[in-house]
């Protein structure tokens, strides 16, 4: 048993797929932003909503992506235990990225942490991040999400002791204060809750690729209320939307640990998938 | 309040500026990041002439994404930078050289009263990188290109190049500041 598709096939699939990714924001995301354009009252926040709503169908009708940011590429692979794909999975997907670098062009982002040299084509030691899971079944799935410097630099983790779920509101709260207008809000706000110290900020990582529109918890939409009422507004200049959702994914942990990430995301919560059916 | 501005900027032109108005800017704009600050304010320093004027200029926060083609460079992707990197230069940069306005993303801390009766603070939607390329009509020259591509000072030609909003005026109104300070008080009460 194998795929019917083939390195090369695949290769051009992710390659699209990164260009969709960086070009096109999934429905839900511009529905939401659309929401918010409607239902703000700062006239100055409203015209910056305005002008990402301008600029989302601009990068569409170009075909050009829709920040200067290209980000760093991360992926999320749900394998089949029954797919076998027949080739290095990775290494075609470190292939794609290159490829997508120079079509589409993406701006070179990748750099050694300490040297700063950059790779000019989007991999390195670890990059593409990908991550794998198993699912049953016979077939591939495979999102990217594109995460930009701004919104990610201003992300926070901290380990809090098991009694102090109580504070986990607030430490949203100062993580979204302090960054202020840098990282381009409307925000998505992903927390990870439990697991451990990678695991929580995986989760949090996860939670930004809930649909926009999925129903809220009782602890996301009271986050989410208190967020708004900070008034930081969208680009940090006052205004009623300084985030369009907060997810929560929790794991199990330690019983003496409490580990809580907090991962910001930018309005342009960019993300896109593709799935590869397995040969019955 | 809404306004229509062509470079080079007088000073009478930004002095009417408040905070929270928005602006749009027609004529070339320069683009500077933190590479070109630092060479600016060196050659200051040692009192060399700058290969282009930046008097009345308005200054882009922005390494843009350029494609070289057979007859000069065409922009790509051009969205603003985040400021705050900028923020300790600038005043150093406002006392050489009469820049009339600087646009950039996220604000910029503890600058209000160098840009005092000189110079105001235009914030430009973050991310909207393809908008920007739109309003840029033409790459009329480049400096400093060992700098790399985004470090480099860009001239650009730009029409209606905005919305930008009026972030700090010459007055010394901050409203990143200000919704800063809001913010505070409101999470103090929260807690």
């Known amino acids: 048993m194998s795929s019917k598709i083939s390195r090369e096939n695949f290769i051009r699939s992710i390659a699209d797929l990164l260009r969709k990714a960086e070009i096109e924001l999934p429905d839900d995301v511009v529905s939401t932003l659309r929401k918010v354009e409607t239902a703000e ?23 050009v992506p829709m920040c200067q940011d290209t980000g760093i590429m991360i992926f999320f692979v749900e394998i089949g235990t029954e797919f076998q794909p027949g080739f290095d999975l990775e290494a075609a997907i470190r292939e794609a990225v290159i490829l997508a670098t120079a079509e589409v062009p993406l701006r070179p982002n990748a750099v050694d942490p300490l040297t700063r040299k950059n790779s000019l084509d989007n991999t390195g030691v670890g990059i593409p991040d990908i991550h794998w899971k198993f699912v049953p079944g016979n077939q591939l799935k495979i999102t990217v999400a594109p995460k930009g410097a701004g919104s990610e630099n201003m992300s926070s983790l901290r380990m809090f002791n098991p ?27 992903g927390i990870g809750i439990g697991g451990s110290f990678d695991a929580a900020a995986r989760l949090a990582k996860e939670a930004l690729l809930e649909p926009l529109d999925t129903p809220m918890e009782e602890l996301e939409k009271e986050i989410l209320e208190a967020v708004n009422a900070l008034g930081i507004g969208c680009m940090g200049l006052g205004g009623s939307t ?8 929790t794991a199990h942990c330690h019983t003496a640990s409490l580990p809580v990430a907090v991962n910001i995301q930018c309005w342009a919560n960019r993300h896109a998938s593709v799935v590869f059916k397995g040969e019955k | 309040m809404e306004h229509h501005l062509q470079t080079p900027l007088k000073k ?12 749009y800017i027609s004529g070339e704009i320069l683009t500077a990041r933190d ?3 630092a060479r600016i304010l060196d050659m200051e320093k040692e009192g060399k002439k700058l290969p282009f004027s930046l008097e009345g200029a308005a200054v882009y926060h922005c390494g843009p994404l350029m494609q070289k083609t057979k007859n000069g460079w065409n922009v790509v992707s051009a969205g603003p930078t985040t400021s705050g990197r900028m923020s300790k230069m600038t005043p150093s940069l406002l006392k ?9 993303k996220g604000g910029m801390k503890d600058v209000a009263d160098a840009l005092k009766n000189k ?17 840029i009509k033409e790459v009329k020259a480049v400096y400093w290109l060992d700098l790399g591509m985004p470090e480099a000072v860009w001239v650009l030609r730009v ?9 700090i005026d010459a007055k010394g109104k901050d409203i990143f500041a200000e919704v800063r300070e809001k913010a505070q008080k409101r999470l103090e009460n929260q807690k």
């Open chain 1, 41 to 63: 009252e700062s006239q100055v926040a409203k015209s910056q909503l305005q002008a990402i709503l301008m600029n989302i169908e601009l990068a569409k009708r170009h075909g």
């Open chain 1, 163 to 189: 009694t102090e779920t109580g504070n986990i509101k607030n430490f949203v709260l100062e993580t979204v204060m302090n960054a202020g207008g840098m990282p381009c809000p409307p925000l998505t706000i």
């Open chain 1, 242 to 249: 300084t985030a369009l959702a907060v997810h929560v994914k």
């Open chain 2, 12 to 23: 009478e032109d930004i002095e009417k500026l408040n905070a929270g108005d928005i602006v």
């Open chain 2, 35 to 37: 590479e070109a600050h």
């Open chain 2, 96 to 104: 050489a050289h009469a820049v009339r306005a600087i646009i950039g």
């Open chain 2, 119 to 135: 110079c105001v603070y235009l914030a430009y939607t973050g991310g909207c990188a393809a908008l920007a390329a739109e309003l």
């Open chain 2, 159 to 167: 029409e209606e190049f905005g919305p930008l909003i009026v972030g």
